[in-house]
């Protein structure tokens, strides 16, 4: 079934779904190695990014023929800008994708209120320098143009592909790759490892969406639209397929 047979009330659920359960696991997991196991931030660090590396490959998996699964309005945005999505649609999904994550850094919180207190729920003061802006920019380029040259493949590795993506931008970059604007303001929201404090959040969003908007534009340069993918293929007139028949017979 192709995400063109789904409501568009289908498809708002499952990027809510995909950006609340993806906030929600990745908060979990930096809750769980700091304020439960007391973990030391590098091995935190891995936490979060084996845990958000294996949730990005099933949410794609899982909901990529309903909405295409962005989860992300910097991947939105950067399909809007190659023509992937229209402006409708990246108008409703952005919104969702935000109230998603609102919702998936909550219900982190939530279940770890029995053991590690009502201190979970806290804006952030951890500090992400200046530099790491830059880490955001180029990290959402890359994962951007990941996805677009996937789609544009009509590949069936693209899940995987985010997962490692991202996955090894926590684990390998100076920002720990948020590298979606939702992601960034539900951070705000938690303590621990996990968070980041409001100034630098906005500023990790207003990277990101900027890193969405050079892949997109590299991308339509690169691969425009229509893709020799998306050409209708002739079809063979009646004679051709009355002599292919006999040929066959």
């Given at each position: 079934m192709s995400s063109n047979e789904f409501t568009t009330k289908q498809k708002l659920v499952a990027e809510f779904f995909g950006s609340a359960t993806l906030v929600f696991v990745l908060v979990s997991s930096g809750l769980l190695a700091d304020g439960m196991l007391g973990a030391s931030p590098s091995i935190g660090v891995l936490f979060i990014g084996l845990a958000t590396a294996g949730w990005l490959f099933v949410v794609v998996q899982m909901l990529g023929p309903i909405s295409g699964a962005h989860v992300n309005p910097a991947v939105t945005i950067a399909l809007l800008v190659t023509g992937d999505v229209d402006a409708k649609t990246a108008r409703q999904y952005i919104p969702v994708q935000f109230l998603g994550g609102l919702v998936g850094v909550s219900l982190a919180g939530l279940t770890f209120v029995s053991t590690i207190g009502w201190e979970v729920f806290a804006v952030?003061?951890?500090?992400?320098?200046?530099?790491?802006w830059l880490a955001e920019f180029l990290g959402t380029v890359l994962l951007a143009s990941v996805i677009i040259s996937l789609i544009?493949?009509?590949?069936?590795?693209?899940?995987?592909?985010?997962?490692?993506?991202?996955?090894?931008?926590?684990?390998?970059?100076?920002?720990?790759?948020?590298l979606n604007p939702q992601v960034a303001l539900a951070r705000i929201f938690t303590s621990g490892i996990a968070g980041i404090q409001p100034f630098d959040a906005v500023m990790f969003m207003l990277a990101s969406a900027l890193g969405g908007i050079a892949a997109?534009?590299?991308?339509?340069?690169?691969?425009?639209r229509p893709t020799p993918l998306d050409r209708p293929k002739p079809e063979p007139d009646n004679e051709s397929a009355l002599d292919e028949f006999a040929v066959e017979s």
């Open positions: 952030s003061a951890v500090e992400r320098p200046a530099s790491t544009r493949q009509e590949s069936e590795l693209i899940g995987i592909a985010v997962g490692f993506t991202v996955g090894m931008g926590i684990i390998g970059t100076a920002s720990t790759a948020f997109g534009l590299m991308w339509r340069y690169l691969w425009p």
